[in-house]
Structure formats: structure tokens, C-alpha cells
């Protein structure tokens, strides 16, 4: 499916985040009676408010019954932890030019940044190419998938809702963004992530 509208960029602010908090506390959920948590509960809530109106990146708690042991901290960490997220960052990892195996697929790079944390999302896409006499080469003539997904060593999960493509270069040069919903550790955001593949005079893909 396409996206419309997307801003074609290789950054893209966050439009959402859903989050929780999971980080170290000296609180653990045996020691919090239901009334605390209640209380705790309403604190974020507002945390979270306020967290949206300074950056202007919409924030939210998720249902309490949905909270783990490790989500009950203070409440000096949990707004922490709402602007980290608040002001996550995607960047694309630089193509090395390698060619894949394949002429008709290749997977590339970008990484999610919150605060301290930095992971892996791969970005794998299949497309047709064609050889074109004008240019006496191959160049891009469709896609057949795009999909995504972290490495198998995170901790967090990801889940792709939709992509965009734009044909560049005469047919070279494919840009294509993803959205989806990443979490980790009961913290989740939608956002976008980009990256360009390109085809090879022989019709291989990098």
C-alpha cells in the first residue's frame, strides 16, 4: 500500500508515542499496594500531558492493567523516559555499495535512538527490474515487497503498518519509507523510517 502525504525525508519526527515505563527502580510491584499504583497511574497520566505540550509530539499512557512490575517507578524517571521517547530519532545507515546475491532483492539499515538505547531496524525490499535501451542498462521497474523487522537480539518488537515509495534517477534509484509501531520494555511510538536502494547496470540491488 502507498502512504500519502509522507514528508520525504531521511529523519522523520515522531508522530505518536504510547509508552510505559520500564526502567531500573527501586520500586517493585509486591511493595506497591493498589491504591499507590492508582496514584502513580494519575501522576504519568499528567506527565505525559505535559511531555506533549513541550515537544509537540503527542504522548500517552497505556491502560493500567497493562502495566508490568518494571513499569512502576518514580515519577522523576518516567518523564525522563516520556521525553527520551518523546524525542526518538531515526537515521538511515550509509549503504556500503555492496551488491546483493540476488538481482531482485537486498535488505538495508537504519537505526532507532532513545536516549542511551540504540538498535537495528532492517528495511528488505524485492523488486522487478527491466533492461531499458535508452539507457542501455537495467533500471527499476516495480516493487514487489517491502518489509521490516528488528534483529533477532533485540528486546524490543517492531511492526510494519504501511510504505512508500518514490522512483528516482530514471529508474535507479528507489527511496522507500516504512511505518510501524516500535516497542520495547513496555514502551511503544509509530514512527518512519527511509532508506534508498539502488540497481545496477546489471540489474543487481544494493
Not at 522487478?128 to 537480539?153: A, M, P
Request: proline share 1%; net charge negative; with cysteine.
Amino acid at each position: 500500500m502507498k502512504l500519502t502525504n509522507l514528508a520525504k525525508i531521511l529523519m522523520i519526527p515522531i508522530l505518536a508515542v504510547v509508552l510505559t515505563l520500564n526502567i531500573t527502580s527501586t520500586y517493585a510491584a509486591s511493595t506497591i499496594s493498589d491504591s499507590e499504583k492508582e496514584n502513580y497511574y494519575a501522576q504519568y497520566v499528567n506527565i505525559a500531558a505535559e511531555v506533549s505540550e513541550e515537544t509537540g509530539h503527542k504522548v500517552w499512557v497505556l491502560p493500567i492493567d497493562e502495566f508490568t512490575d518494571s513499569d512502576w517507578v518514580t515519577t522523576s524517571k518516567f518523564r525522563e523516559q516520556a521525553f527520551a521517547f518523546a524525542n526518538l530519532q531515526v537515521k538511515p545507515v550509509v549503504n556500503d555499495g555492496t551488491i546483493s546475491r540476488s538481482t531482485g532483492s537486498d535488505t538495508n539499515q537504519t537505526t532507532i535512538t532513545v536516549g542511551s538505547i540504540t538498535e537495528t531496524l532492517y528495511i528488505y525490499g524485492s523488486f522487478e527490474t527491466q533492461y531499458n535501451s535508452s539507457h542501455d542498462r537495467q533500471i527499476f521497474s516495480g516493487v514487489n515487497v517491502i518489509s521490516s523487522y528488528l534483529s533477532s537480539s533485540s528486546n524490543g518488537t517492531w511492526k510494519q503498518i504501511d510504505y512508500d515509495h518514490d522512483l528516482l534517477d530514471g529508474g535507479r534509484t528507489y527511496y522507500i519509507t516504512v511505518s510501524g509501531t516500535y516497542t520495547r520494555l513496555g514502551l511503544a511510538t509509530n514512527l518512519y523510517a527511509s532508506t534508498y536502494f539502488y540497481c545496477s547496470s546489471t540489474g543487481g540491488i544494493s
